[in-house]
């Protein structure tokens, strides 16, 4: 089984910057679509970002183009989200989720299209 496991949240302050990590064990990530998710309190679930398996389509919500970069190492089997110019509208728990695809070139940023995720990490940005 797939296991996921985001780190590198913390508190910073406004136009800081945070590399979130995510972390696969169980499988190699060689083959699944990569995408984070935030969700802030009293919110609903965003997308943020995600990642074709080969790392060629990257896409990203309006929220945060521009200041948030997606990669992957897959010899790492590892998902980063360098995230710069935070926000306090970017407080949230951060998740990250998968999904085996043989589409390599192909990540949507939609929540419902993923199978495997993780527990989360916060972020939190103050004014």
């Known amino acids: 089984q797939l296991q996921l496991v985001e780190s590198g949240g913390g508190l910073v302050h406004a136009g800081g910057s945070l590399r979130l990590s995510c972390t696969a064990s169980?499988?190699?990530?060689?083959?699944?679509?990569i995408a984070w998710f935030r969700q802030a309190p009293g919110k609903g679930r965003e997308g943020v970002s995600c990642?074709?398996?080969?790392?060629?389509?990257?896409n990203y919500a309006d929220s945060v183009k521009g200041r948030f970069t997606i990669s992957r190492d897959n010899a790492k089997n590892t998902v980063y989200l360098q995230m710069n110019s935070l926000k306090p509208e970017d407080t949230a728990v951060y998740y990250c989720a998968a999904v085996v695809t043989s589409l390599y070139r192909l990540c949507v940023v939609l929540d419902t299209a993923y199978d495997d995720w993780g527990q989360g990490t916060q972020v939190t940005v103050s004014s």
């Open positions: 990642i074709s398996s080969r790392g060629g389509t990257t």
């Open positions: 169980g499988f190699t990530l060689d083959y699944f679509a």
